[in-house]
């Protein structure tokens, strides 16, 4: 007898719930989002974050991408444009921290902002700042600088 394959049937919804969430005018804004929503770990190890924004720049919502070490943790392009696309987002704004306190973006860093704002584009989806946040509050803003 011949075993027949079923084939799973694929379903894609989207229900908004953001509404009333604050709108983001400027780096500052958007790290201070980050901050409120960041863990305890913010001193100890690097973590990558993403905020996804609507066309009005209008928060959608903010998801830890990833955790690493003290000295890096991994930015997964490709789960954050699969998020951004199934949140309907226009825009994404990127966030990890220094544990060190030293603001100026890596060689490493510097690529990753480069490789998402391209691949980002690709998607229609614009790649609005890459923040990096230290544990006593001061950023850089790639927009900004």
């Not at 009005?56 to 990833?66: A, D, E």
């Amino acid at each position: 007898m011949k075993m027949i394959n079923v084939i799973n049937e694929i379903q894609v919804g989207y229900k908004p719930t953001f509404y009333g969430n604050p709108l983001v005018k400027n780096s500052k804004e958007a790290k201070e989002i980050f901050q409120q929503n960041w863990d305890n770990e913010i001193a100890f190890i690097e973590s990558f974050y993403l905020m996804l924004l609507s066309r009005k720049n209008q928060v959608i919502g903010v998801k830890k991408m990833s955790q690493g070490s003290i000295v890096g943790t991994i930015t997964p392009i490709r789960e954050i444009l699969a998020i951004a696309l199934k949140c309907n987002a226009v825009g994404i704004i990127t966030c990890h921290n220094h544990p060190s306190g030293n603001l100026t973006p890596s060689t490493a860093d510097k690529s990753t902002f480069s490789k998402l704002r391209s691949s980002a584009k690709i998607m229609e989806i614009e790649n609005i700042d890459n923040l990096i946040i230290s544990p006593d509050g001061t950023y850089y803003s790639e927009m900004d600088n």
